[in-house]
Nanobody, 129 residues
Framework: QVQLAESGGGLVQPGGSLRLSCAVS????????VAWFRQAPGREREFVGA??????????YYGDSVKGRFTVSRDNGKNTGYLQMNRLKPEDTGIYYC????????????????????WGQGTQVTVSS
């Protein structure tokens, strides 16, 4: 089993920055890495980004709406994934979730929430002046 717990959400002004953390515990060595999704009221869960473990490093993937503004990373020593969010916009508002899987999904499946069987409880991010 794998447990995920997000932290770092809050209220930030447009143009500001925020860093979310995702603590991974349990059978961490079996997971592919960490993915991030967000969900705004009345909308479907949206892929934000993912960090896939690869050798001693990793590969990163991003949703189109956050490319160039958000960065995903992982500290293997701390078993923690990060989502650095810069130049935040009001449309970035939502509940942010981290997710993982014990499988090895191909790249085209990373954006699909059903790929992941492990989810955190979510953390609220509000971008407003």
């Amino acid at each position: 089993q794998v447990q995920l717990a997000e932290s770092g959400g809050g209220l930030v002004q447009p143009g500001g920055s925020l860093r979310l953390s995702c603590a991974v515990s349990g059978r961490t060595s079996s997971t592919f890495g960490v993915a991030w999704f967000r969900q705004a009221p009345g909308r479907e869960r949206e892929f934000v980004g993912a960090f896939r473990r690869s050798g001693g490093g990793g590969m990163t993937y991003y949703g189109d709406s956050v490319k160039g503004r958000f960065t995903v990373s992982r500290d293997n020593g701390k078993n923690t994934g990060y989502l650095q969010m810069n130049r935040l916009k009001p449309e970035d508002t939502g509940i942010y979730y981290c997710a993982s899987t014990s499988g090895s999904p191909i790249s085209s499946l990373l954006r699909n929430p059903s790929t992941y069987e492990y989810w955190g409880q979510g953390t609220q991010v509000t971008v407003s002046s």
